[in-house]
């Protein structure tokens, strides 16, 4: 099953808690929904050096015994790095286009241009589409302002974006004392399976084209300045969902959909949500291999904390504490700040 990186096996824990019960008898029985806890392997409470594991309760049967998960044994002197992100949020690419006030010129074509790469999700450069705005002004310009080419501008590619289905960009003229324009990619949906939510690849281009010229060039009075790049941030619940639907894959349904009619009803549970901030640990690791070919399998558990803001970051610090008491100060990361 494919992974989110070179890792041959990667797991998946994902709580909002660190339980307070210390064996695994007792964390079956009384920890909460969505608690989770490092135990080590033997379901005793975790202790220095010795081989873990991470455990998460869950809403399952408790008759069937589907009421926790948990990752493969983790054993303390195969640890390669303990890896921590602090959530961080999406940033989508804005682009801001100046010029027009002091501008308005007459016989004179204002277009803005936004070049859309990966048109139809074909994940290369050289297809691409572009969508554009106009206003084209007189031999008369009295009366007519650098506001109105503006709005113009902004109506005709809005125009256009809404024929496409007004889901790709976010346009807006954000200052009310100046006639700029910024463009900016939309924050795309995750569906499991489907849609990861990759973000709006684009670049922009503003033109201004003297229509009296026999050589109808570019007189280059717009500008445009990039005021963010695109970054998909850290943790973020549309990292989450993608990455739980890939794990999951590997643990509950290797051929996914191929055994219609068993897979009818989705039987592999899920707990990631696309609105919710995630602090990562991840925990790289390898395990011995008997094979003459491959002497180590490369793995990795990520564990995914839950939280709303920095307070919330002490239920991170309570995993990294646990993981300290196994695998030592000096292999974890420092703790993230509360406040």
Same mark, same amino acid.
């Given at each position: 099953m494919s992974v989110f990186g070179p890792n041959q096996v990667e797991e998946l824990i994902i709580g909002d808690a660190v339980a307070a019960e210390t064996t695994l008898p007792t964390f079956i029985a009384s920890s909460s929904v969505k608690e989770i806890k490092v135990l080590s392997a033997d379901g005793s409470a975790p202790a220095s050096g010795q081989s873990f594991k991470l455990y998460q309760k869950t809403a399952g049967s408790s008759t069937k015994g589907l009421d926790y998960e948990f990752s493969d044994i983790i054993k303390a002197d195969k640890v390669n790095k303990v890896i921590l992100k602090e959530f961080s949020a999406e940033i989508n690419k804005s682009v801001r286009v100046e010029g027009f006030d002091g501008n308005v010129v007459a016989n004179t074509t204002y277009a803005v241009e936004i070049i859309l790469y990966n048109d139809g999700g074909t994940l290369s450069p050289e297809n691409f589409a572009t969508i554009t705005g106009y206003y084209t002004t007189g031999s008369n310009v009295a009366g007519v302002t650098a506001a109105d080419i503006r709005d113009g501008i902004v109506a005709g590619l809005n125009y256009n974006l809404t024929r496409r289905g007004a889901g790709e960009f976010v346009i807006t003229t954000p200052d009310a004392t100046e006639t700029d324009i910024l463009i900016a990619g939309a924050a795309q949906d995750v569906v499991p399976g489907k849609i990861v939510g990759r973000q709006i690849e684009f670049k922009v281009n503003?033109?201004?084209?003297?229509?009296?010229?026999?050589?109808?060039?570019?007189?280059?009075?717009?500008?445009?300045?990039?005021?963010?790049?695109?970054?998909?941030?850290? &943790?973020?619940?549309?990292?989450?969902?993608?990455?739980?639907?890939?794990?999951?894959?590997?643990?509950?349904?290797?051929?996914?959909?191929?055994?219609?009619?068993?897979?009818?009803?989705?039987?592999?549970?899920?707990?990631?949500?696309?609105?919710?901030?995630?602090?990562?640990?991840?925990?790289?690791?390898?395990?011995?291999?008997?094979?003459?070919?491959?002497?180590?399998?490369?793995?990795?558990?990520?564990?995914?904390?839950?939280?709303?803001?920095?307070?919330?970051?002490?239920?991170?610090?309570?995993?990294?504490?646990?993981?300290?008491?196994?695998? &030592?100060a000096g292999a974890v990361p420092v703790d993230l700040a509360v406040a």
């Open positions: 503003a033109k201004t084209i003297d229509n009296t010229a026999v050589n109808q060039e570019n007189t280059q009075t717009l500008s445009t300045t990039v005021v963010a790049e695109n970054h998909p941030g850290n &943790g973020t619940g549309k990292y989450a969902v993608n990455l739980e639907w890939f794990t999951k894959g590997y643990k509950y349904e290797v051929y996914r959909q191929t055994g219609y009619p068993a897979d009818f009803t989705e039987r592999t549970p899920f707990y990631a949500s696309s609105s919710t901030e995630y602090n990562a640990i991840h925990i790289k690791y390898f395990e011995d291999r008997q094979s003459p070919t491959v002497e180590k399998q490369q793995k990795v558990l990520t564990i995914l904390v839950e939280r709303a803001d920095l307070a919330g970051n002490a239920v991170t610090n309570a995993v990294l504490a646990d993981l300290r008491t196994v695998l &030592g």
